[in-house]
Nanobody, 127 residues
């Protein structure tokens, strides 16, 4: 079983930055795709970015490129999301999730294929 715990959320003013962390523990295996997703009240879940923890290959939703970036720590059990120039529309619950993957390609941007999910961390952006 795999556990994911998000941290780093909070309240910032527009234009500010936050760095979210996803700590992964348990039976993680040798490789995985890990993604960050977000959901605002009344809206669909949206993919933010994904990373292949073995190859470090990343994929970011086009509309967020240049402001958001995903990375991994020195081990494959921590994944970060750096968020810069935050806007009120970026507010919501941010989740990390993973699925087992041993390949070297970029990971899926479809949240439906991610199997293990954290409980989320809240991000609030004031104008």
């Amino acid at each position: 079983q795999v556990q994911l715990v998000e941290s780093g959320g909070g309240s910032v003013q527009a234009g500010g930055s936050l760095r979210l962390s996803c700590a992964i523990s348990g039976d993680t295996g040798d490789g995985a795709c890990v993604g960050w997703f977000r959901q605002a009240p009344g809206r669909e879940r949206e993919t933010v970015a994904t990373i292949n923890t073995r190859s470090a290959s990343t994929a970011t939703t086009v509309s967020l490129k240049g402001r958001f970036s995903i990375s991994r720590g020195n081990t494959t059990n921590t994944v970060y999301l750096q968020m810069n120039d935050l806007r009120p529309e970026d507010a919501g619950m941010y989740y990390c999730a993973r699925y087992y993957y041993l390949g070297s390609f970029s990971c899926s941007l479809d949240h439906r294929v991610y199997r293990d999910w954290g409980r989320g961390t809240q991000v609030t952006v004031s104008s």
